[in-house]
Structures are given as structure tokens and as C-alpha cells.
């Protein structure tokens, strides 16, 4: 079974409409992040959360929203969507204790927007 | 602010050969750690190798190694004996560990030949 699930894995949905991406994890970390990919670029942070009462917004967060429903699930949002949120977007988590600090990532959303 | 600049938007090797891909950072921390990040077409994003900052000695997982030069700011990838299953995008990121986010770079597109 996949440690870190992202659902859906595809969508296509129409300029206005809003959008929730779910991720849910069985790693039992307290950090989790959305990433956003688009082509020829890296991963850019969107927003983060290091527990369920710790919200953080990463260097692209306008036009999202996220929810951290519990320590295993942490959900994104797009209000209004808009073309040019069409990307591929990841979850990850990490755990910062006994040293482990890599980030284990879903495996993506692919989201067009028209 | 921290950056991280992959400069060789794609490299291609021959099956069997050794190829480097080079990465620079920018930070002013003392605490993070290093990453390189493959990303295969399933578009997964799969743990390469990670470096803590704090150690001089270069971190090795069989094929893969990497050249640390702290002082440089240079973290780069060697892939020794490459296999067609190397082909992938490689991300190169740096953790900073007190702010618990990483930066990644734009990526290196790596094509292995047979």
C-alpha cells in the first residue's frame, strides 16, 4: 500500500469551478506540504503544516486553500480556478525526528484547468 | 531567502558511462541538508541520495555519489555505470532545517542511451 496517496491522480475541470486535491498518509508524520510542478520548473511550496493547528503559507498560496483535517489528511483547494493552475501538484510529508528529514511524496495530481 | 540553480537543463550519457550533474545552492544557514530527487516518467518523485551539511564526507548509495563543496556551495551528482533506467528528470534540494521547507532547483533532464 502506497504510504502517501493523493486523490484524484487526474482532473479536468473548467475556469470558476472549485476544486478540493486530497492527501492522505500512513507514515504517521506531523509534516506535510503541497507542492506545485509545472514544466521546466521545480517544485514550488504552496503551503505546509508541521500539525493539525500549524498552517504556513509557502511561496505561492494565492488562489489556494488548504485544510489539515487531522495529522493524516491534508487537503487543497482551489476557490475559483484559473488556467494557469493547471500543473502537476504533489503532496509530501517528513518526519523531523530520529534525523530522517527527506520528504516522501505522492504520487501527484495532474490538474488542467480550461 | 535560499536558491538553488541546476544549470544543465539536459544531459544525455551512454549506457554504461559516468555522467555528473551539477547543482549550486545559496543560503545563509548553518543547518540543512541536501537532496537529490529523481523523477522517473510515472512522474513519482523517488529519494536519490541526501548529504547532511554538517558532514564533510561525501554520501555514496551504490551508483550514485555526490562531490560536497560546502565552502562552493556545489552539490553535485555522479552516476557511475548509468542503466536506462536512470533516465529521469533529477531535482537537486535543499532543506532548511530550522524553517523545516525545502527549495528546489529547476531540474536536469537526464537521458540514458543505449
Known amino acids: 500500500d502506497a504510504d502517501v496517496t493523493q486523490t484524484p491522480r487526474n482532473r479536468i475541470t473548467k475556469t470558476g469551478k472549485r476544486i478540493m486535491l486530497e492527501c492522505s498518509q500512513t507514515?504517521?508524520?506531523?509534516?506535510m506540504y503541497w507542492y506545485r510542478q509545472d514544466p521546466g520548473l521545480g517544485l514550488r511550496l504552496i503551503y505546509y503544516s508541521f500539525d493539525v493547528k500549524d498552517i504556513n503559507k509557502g511561496e505561492i498560496s494565492d488562489g489556494y486553500s488548504v485544510s489539515r483535517q487531522a495529522q493524516a489528511k491534508f487537503s487543497l483547494s482551489l476557490e475559483s480556478a484559473i488556467p494557469n493552475q493547471t500543473a502537476l501538484y504533489f503532496c509530501?510529508?517528513?518526519?523531523f525526528g530520529a534525523g530522517y528529514n527527506e520528504q516522501f511524496f505522492g504520487p501527484g495530481t495532474r490538474l488542467t484547468v480550461l | 531567502a535560499q536558491t538553488v540553480t541546476q544549470s544543465q537543463p539536459e544531459m544525455s550519457v551512454q549506457e554504461a558511462e559516468t555522467v555528473t550533474l551539477s547543482c549550486t545552492y545559496d543560503?545563509?544557514?548553518?543547518?540543512?541538508?541536501l537532496f537529490w530527487y529523481k523523477q522517473p516518467p510515472s512522474r513519482q518523485m523517488i529519494l536519490v541520495i541526501r548529504q547532511e551539511a554538517y558532514k564533510q564526507q561525501n554520501a555514496t548509495e551504490n551508483r550514485f555519489s555526490v562531490n560536497f563543496q560546502k565552502a562552493a556551495k556545489s552539490f553535485s551528482l555522479k552516476i557511475s555505470d548509468s542503466q536506462l533506467g536512470d533516465t529521469a528528470m533529477y531535482f537537486c534540494?535543499?532543506?532548511?532545517?530550522?524553517?523545516?521547507?525545502?527549495?528546489f532547483g529547476d531540474g536536469t533532464t537526464l537521458t540514458v542511451k543505449p
Open positions: 507514515k504517521g508524520h506531523d509534516r
Open positions: 543560503t545563509s544557514e548553518s543547518n540543512y541538508y
Open positions: 509530501a510529508t517528513s518526519d
Open positions: 534540494a535543499l532543506l532548511n532545517t530550522n524553517a523545516g521547507k525545502s527549495t
